[in-house]
């Protein structure tokens, strides 16, 4: 009740711009960036960011606190390395960066209340976190009229672009895609999907069976579970009476892990039925019981065996912080690059304003731990290469097959014929 | 076969909501108090065996070790809570609502601060892995693990209630609290007696759970409202009307689940026990006592 007055105000001066953004993402479909009339009305809202002193303040937001927590808590982490990495290595244009950390809570709500504060109040030059699709939908409209920037790194359902966000983590054509390209050439003809009853697995199950029915592949059943849900006889009892070749997992956070205990002990195996997930990071693996998941296949552009000096590095710092029983994940890699970017983004545009950095975004790349990836400033979203891994009894992701190359980003799936309708 | 599959998984559903709900009929059921921390009672029986796991290295020992261990913690907590506050507010059930509900937020960030914010996986016994072929169907060990340790669960509380003098103290203090009193029964220690008895049942259920899913600090949330449903379902205060409303609470779960999805099954059982409601409200089995009308 007591933050209505100001999302309402917060509202009005959407409006306008709202419109004007989706005249021109209409208009130029995807090359939305440089827009003038967004960069005067970020002066006409009032930036507050401070640049005289020798340091910048910058927000991270992520739940520390909910059912979230659980997840966001290790972004939370790697964001934190990176800042101190950043400013040991002489902070961004000289300046040492100074961190406001806020709680999202797990509520869509309270990122949108939290995220204006840290815009408005704590004026800082961009604000990194949030991790459900829920909770970046609820920050837009707060970023867009305040002509700010965010750096969200967690793959999503795509179908997305918004000139005042820059996604690090993976969309559609860049995770789901070719984990289903890995299936389909793997001789899988028949997919359940099992999902968690919301909108990213909704999304991505509408794109896979766009996909199935472009590529012959039958698609036996779809079902879907409530967030939380954590009673799978049901659902296990259905997918092992229809007998598909393979399961295409979208469920998240804890119903993970009853359904692959009862996976396991309805005597379904990865040799009979593998099961592709898209959203068990190492992390999660220690969550579920090692022995649940050994031998299953998950898609994501990161694990923490990837070979490369700059990962070894970044697992060794992160281990070294926070302890060498802490892996790595897609989302933390993804995080802790976000910050790398806007730094690389802040120095070549030699400027910490926002229609500054967005006019210098493209084009920026960084050596990351997955390896190099490029912004791209049509989108927003980076160039990623894409990993299909397998569980192993170590309880860490090792790659199977890898697209070899970054894949450049197509968040409305534009480059594919089947897609078509799907936006 | 489907349709013995789904009769089982029915079954085993209704054992875990029975679990979860036992300990509730008696604080809330016996004694009126609507205690929201039931599920962070569980969730403390979790933890427990995940704690012992750490020092009891054989799953199978760790186990037999985590149930009277889980018991004990989830009624230790339970005698804290009513010591500390519950016992100021007996006959005022909306005010135990929200304070327990603030001890449930409480323990969850203490929770959080011991454990780590990330969930943690306790390893079931070898034995109980796989499943018991018959005919062709196949029961999971651990969900017939359950369904064995509800029933024991149940004939342990009926006997305790029935046969023993400490069940007749506590069903004379429910029935008649002064009347109790002037024939010498200290209602004080019943009651703190009774309320340790039905959270440690919920450190049972806690540690049970441990076989289905992983352990995080929420993981009470998730059955508490399900839990409160089999009560009021049941019949308040009765245990036999507790175990029908729980079987027949995961029976229902279970089949319009495989007929629809799992979403949907969720608002048909809520439909149902509320239309129930509306034809029973007292439940499937009423009260009997003058002392709870």
């Given at each position: ?154 793959q999503?359902e795509g179908l ?10 993976a969309t559609t054509n860049q995770q789901i895609v070719p984990a289903l390209d890995y299936l389909a050439e793997q001789g899988v003809t028949s997919l359940f999907l099992v999902g968690?009853?919301?909108?990213f697995p909704r999304t991505a199950n509408k794109i896979i069976n766009a996909y199935a029915e472009a590529h012959g592949i039958e698609i036996v059943g779809e079902e ?15 997918v092992?009476?229809a007998g598909a070749d393979a399961v295409f997992n979208t469920l ?11 996976y396991?002990?309805?005597?379904l195996t990865a040799e009979d039925m593998p099961v592709l997930s898209v959203s068990i ?14 031998g299953q296949l998950t898609a994501w552009n990161?694990y ?26 897609d ?53 990623k290469t894409s990993l299909v891994g397998k569980i ?5 992701i090792h790659t199977e097959w890898s697209s070899g190359e970054p894949i450049e980003p197509d968040p409305f799936l534009e480059g594919y014929d089947w897609a078509a309708g799907l936006s | ?293």
């Amino acid at each position: 009740m007591r933050h209505r007055p100001t999302s309402r105000s917060a509202a009005r001066l959407a409006v306008p711009a709202l419109a004007a953004l989706s005249v021109l993402s209409l208009a130029a479909c995807g090359a939305q960036v440089d827009s003038p009339g967004t960069a005067s009305s970020a002066s006409a809202a009032g930036s507050c960011v401070d640049t005289s002193g020798d340091s910048v303040r910058i927000g991270f937001l992520n739940s520390l606190s909910g059912t979230m927590a659980i997840s966001e808590q290790t972004v939370h982490d790697s964001l934190q390395l990176a800042a101190a990495e950043i400013n040991a290595d002489g902070g961004v244009l000289g300046k040492q960066l100074e961190i406001v950390t806020e709680d999202g809570q797990s509520e869509p709500t309270v990122f949108a209340e939290k995220a204006t504060k840290l815009i408005t109040s704590d004026c800082v030059a961009a604000v990194f976190g949030g991790w459900t699709s829920a909770s970046r939908k609820a920050m837009l409209p707060v970023f867009e009229s305040n002509d700010s920037l965010l750096f969200y790194p967690v793959q999503y359902e795509g179908l997305e672009a918004s000139p005042n966000i820059f996604y690090t983590g993976a969309t559609t054509n860049q995770q789901i895609v070719p984990a289903l390209d890995y299936l389909a050439e793997q001789g899988v003809t028949s997919l359940f999907l099992v999902g968690s009853d919301y909108v990213f697995p909704r999304t991505a199950n509408k794109i896979i069976n766009a996909y199935a029915e472009a590529h012959g592949i039958e698609i036996v059943g779809e079902e879907y579970a409530p967030l939380g849900h954590t009673d799978f006889s049901t659902i296990v009892n259905k997918v092992k009476s229809a007998g598909a070749d393979a399961v295409f997992n979208t469920l998240n956070g804890d119903s993970n892990v009853a359904f692959f205990k009862e996976y396991t002990n309805a005597g379904l195996t990865a040799e009979d039925m593998p099961v592709l997930s898209v959203s068990i990071a190492e992390e999660e693996i220690g969550g579920i019981g090692v022995e649940n998941v050994v031998g299953q296949l998950t898609a994501w552009n990161y694990y923490q065996t990837v070979e490369s000096p700059e990962n070894d590095a970044f697992v060794e710092a992160f281990q070294a912080e926070y302890g060498a029983d802490r892996p790595t994940s897609d989302p933390m890699e993804a995080a802790y690059t976000s910050l790398y970017l806007w730094r690389e983004m802040v120095e070549k545009a030699d400027s910490f304003a926002v229609a500054d950095v967005q006019e210098a975004a493209d084009g920026v790349t960084f050596d990351a731990p997955e390896g190099t990836v490029v912004v791209n400033g049509d989108n927003h979203h980076i160039a990623k290469t894409s990993l299909v891994g397998k569980i192993g009894d170590d309880g860490l992701i090792h790659t199977e097959w890898s697209s070899g190359e970054p894949i450049e980003p197509d968040p409305f799936l534009e480059g594919y014929d089947w897609a078509a309708g799907l936006s | 076969m489907d349709i013995l599959s789904q009769l089982f998984a029915g079954l085993s559903l209704g054992s875990v909501l029975l679990l979860a709900a036992l300990g509730l009929a008696l604080t809330f059921g016996q004694m009126g108090v609507i205690n929201m921390a039931h599920g962070e009672f569980m969730m403390a029986g979790a933890y427990t065996a995940f704690v012992v796991q750490g020092v009891v290295p054989s799953a199978g020992v760790s186990l037999l070790v985590a149930l009277p261990l889980g018991f004990l913690v989830g009624g230790l907590l339970g005698l804290l809570l009513e010591g500390a506050l519950i016992h100021r507010m007996y006959h005022r059930p909306l005010d135990t609502l929200l304070v327990t509900w603030g001890v449930a937020l409480v323990l969850q960030q203490v929770a959080r601060d011991v454990f780590g914010a990330p969930n943690v996986d306790v390893s079931a016994p070898g034995w109980l892995s796989g499943a018991v072929e018959i005919g062709g169907l196949a029961l999971p060990r651990t969900r017939l693990f359950i369904l064995a340790l509800a029933l024991t669960c149940v004939v342990a509380l009926t006997l305790v209630l029935r046969a023993t003098p400490l069940g007749r103290r506590i069903r004379a203090v429910v029935q008649n609290r002064d009347l109790a009193e002037a024939s010498g029964i200290s209602s004080r220690t019943t009651d703190r007696i009774t309320f340790f008895l039905g959270s440690g049942l919920a450190g049972i259920a806690g540690v049970a759970l441990t076989l289905l899913g992983s352990v995080g600090p929420t993981l009470g949330t998730g059955y508490i409202v399900d839990a409160f449903l089999v009560v009021v379902a049941g019949g308040i205060g009765q245990i036999k009307g507790t175990v029908v409303a729980a079987m027949a609470l995961g029976m229902m779960q279970a089949f319009f689940e495989y007929s629809t999805t799992a979403s949907v099954a969720k608002v048909l059982v809520f439909v149902a026990v509320v239309a129930f409601l509306q034809v029973r409200p007292q439940g499937l089995v009423s009260v009997r006592t003058r002392s709870l009308a």
